[in-house]
């Protein structure tokens, strides 16, 4: 065997391994009872043999039948009967196996407290091979793992009946069916190892058929076509290595099926030569023909086989994915309390920052900005000034490059990002719009508190969603989305209010700072106007960050900063920069003068 076949046979028995121990994680009493089932149906079908060789001893000696037809005729009952009872029972754990790999999948891909591992190629691919839901999956595996028990049991089993007549005639069935079965599982298995990347692009092209939001622009702009054509390409260029590796063990499946051919007519001679010796009476031969069949068993290539290697494909990635998602690579550090904070300030001391996929083009580099504690603050810029990023930064979901940001004076990387987070109460620009019940849209701002109706009311109230959220066909247990029985959607305002309302409940329920990264970009500029003022008004006394591109809707914040290029280059309160007649001032008025006496009648002050 060569040194990569090898490698490859290690990690198939790997995998093997790490699938045996997922089902009986997933069925600590069901795996060990589903493992005894397994083994008596295994041994039923070589007992029923013996029994039918002894009915046939007794019959030509002339002695009674009585017991050994009704033993003969219970164990064929008690096989019909359990093999009823596995697929019954087997059809609802199968899944449970196949759900937990998928949970573990998911908390994996959870842990780091950043998001970074989300945008790394090799992880996703690897975070991929752990969570696919289309096949093979584990439900194969979990399935296929006590069916294969039973038929290798058969096949060692008749070996054993074999082995009493020739030891020799048993060892060589077993050793030529070993060397088929291997040869036949190659060609059905190592083809897919390895593919999860281009799958990967290949079902996101797929679901970009089912989406709402794809689905207007696939239409309008007429690219529905060229849609499903991309998908047949990027699949069938998956599936051409998957035939191609196949037709590469064609002739080797051949010839192996021709040695088993000819083991078979080997050993089936030596017991009509030694029935022809006088050697073996009508009982043994009736005994010993279907044992030589049934050791064929050990090298089938059926539906348990093809579903056990199959199956055990993704489950390395479940375990590879949980080691590497807990290393420190993707583990900030951090232990501090975050309780109470911040009392004074957060700051920005000189902060650098590129992303991971982007080393060559930074973000900040020398970035420095003072949140104070308990007033509000507008950070303002042109597109691509680096606004979003310092969310990120605060929100722990990436580290600085360099510099530190501070909390009360303690370095942020000294606090426990997973008690850092919750203090932190963001919504972005791209906000998720949930496709679950009212009730889960707000109350995902503090899920520890989402209990509370007269809590997530309030917080509704206070953006003025809570008459539309009560007025759906079921209130708050209304799933927002058409794509669910009684669900509904929202327009895009309605929408930025409950992610608004979002917000406030986790303020509510003990966030100590609230950040809006431009949640209502796509609202006229009258519009944001009035949300952000009123949500200026309701978050009085909290700490919080309002992020715009728009100059001219954060006037009512307590201080404002203008970020370019990453780095702040004018602060002051918006009469002040106004006043400076720099950046600000330009900017506020080349928006402004857009809606002077405009469709929407803004009029600007100051």
Not at 35 to 62: D, K, M, N, Q, Y
Not at 286 to 315: N, W
Not at 451 to 474: C, F, H, K, S
């Amino acid at each position: 065997m060569s040194g990569e076949a090898a490698a490859h046979e290690v990690d198939r028995r790997r995998a093997a391994l790490a699938g045996i121990r997922l089902v009986f994680e997933a069925g600590p009493v069901m795996a060990p009872l589903f493992t005894v089932v397994a083994i008596v149906e295994g041994l039923l079908p070589t007992a029923f043999t013996v029994l039918a060789g002894t009915l046939v001893r007794r019959a030509s000696r002339g002695e009674s039948l009585s017991w050994s037809l009704l033993a003969t005729a219970g164990i064929f009952l008690a096989g019909e009967t359990i093999n009823h009872l596995r697929f019954a029972m087997m059809e609802g754990f199968r899944h449970r196996v196949d759900g937990r790999r998928r949970e573990r999948a998911m908390v994996a891909a959870l842990t780091p407290p950043g998001i970074a591992h989300l945008e790394d190629p090799d992880v996703l691919d690897l975070v991929e091979r752990a969570a696919r839901t289309d096949w093979p999956d584990t439900s194969a595996f979990a399935g296929s793992l006590f069916g294969l028990i039973t038929v290798r049991l058969v096949a060692f089993s008749s070996a054993a009946v074999v082995a009493s007549f020739r030891w020799w005639l048993a060892a060589g069935l077993l050793v030529v069916w070993a060397v088929v079965g291997r040869v036949m599982r190659a060609g059905q298995v190592g083809a897919w190892e390895d593919t999860s990347g281009r799958l990967r692009w290949a079902e996101y092209v797929r679901e970009l058929a089912f989406q709402p939001l794809a689905s207007k622009e696939i239409r309008v702009f007429g690219f529905d076509s060229w849609l499903v054509d991309r998908f047949t390409a990027a699949w069938h260029g998956v599936m051409r290595d998957v035939w191609r590796g196949r037709r590469g063990v064609r002739v080797k499946q051949v010839a192996v099926l021709v040695l088993a051919t000819a083991a078979n007519v080997v050993a089936f001679g030596v017991l009509v030569a030694a029935g022809r010796r006088g050697e073996l009476d009508a009982s043994q031969l009736v005994v010993l023909a279907p044992a030589m069949l049934a050791v064929s068993q050990f090298g089938q290539t059926d539906e348990f086989t093809i579903g056990f290697a199959l199956g055990a494909v993704t489950l390395p990635a479940v375990a590879e994915a949980e080691e590497l998602l807990a290393s420190p690579r993707f583990r900030p550090p951090g232990e501090g309390s975050a309780a109470g904070l911040p009392r004074h300030e957060i700051r920005f001391e000189d902060v650098h920052f590129a992303y991971p996929t982007r080393p060559d083009r930074p973000v900040y580099e020398g970035l420095s900005l003072r949140i104070e504690a308990g007033r509000s603050l507008a950070i303002v810029g042109v597109n691509g000034a680096g606004k979003t990023t310092l969310v990120k930064l605060l929100t722990r979901l990436y580290e600085p490059t360099g510099g530190r940001i501070t909390v009360d004076g303690t370095d942020l990387r000294a606090i426990d990002p997973h008690e850092w987070q919750p203090r932190v109460a963001a919504i972005f620009q791209d906000f998720v719009r949930y496709a679950m019940t009212a009730a889960d849209n707000v109350g995902f701002g503090a899920v520890h508190a989402a209990a509370d109706r007269d809590r997530l009311r309030a917080a509704a109230e206070r953006v003025g969603v809570r008459e539309l959220i009560e007025a759906l066909p079921l209130g708050w247990e209304t799933i927002l989305s058409r794509r669910y029985e009684d669900g509904t959607d929202l327009s895009g305002g309605e929408w930025q209010r409950v992610a608004l309302a979002r917000a406030l409940f986790a303020v509510d329920a003990g966030a100590g700072v609230l950040v809006l990264d431009e949640p209502t970009a796509n609202l006229d500029v009258r519009a944001e106007v009035d949300l952000f003022d009123r949500f200026l008004e309701v978050t009085r006394g909290a700490t919080t960050v309002l992020i715009s591109h728009r100059f001219s809707t954060v006037r009512r914040a307590d201080r404002v900063v203008v970020v370019d290029a990453g780095r702040v280059v004018e602060e002051g309160s918006h009469d002040e920069l106004v006043a400076l007649g720099g950046c600000y001032a330009a900017s506020f008025r080349l928006q402004a003068d857009r809606y002077v006496d405009g469709p929407v009648g803004f009029e600007v002050d100051g």
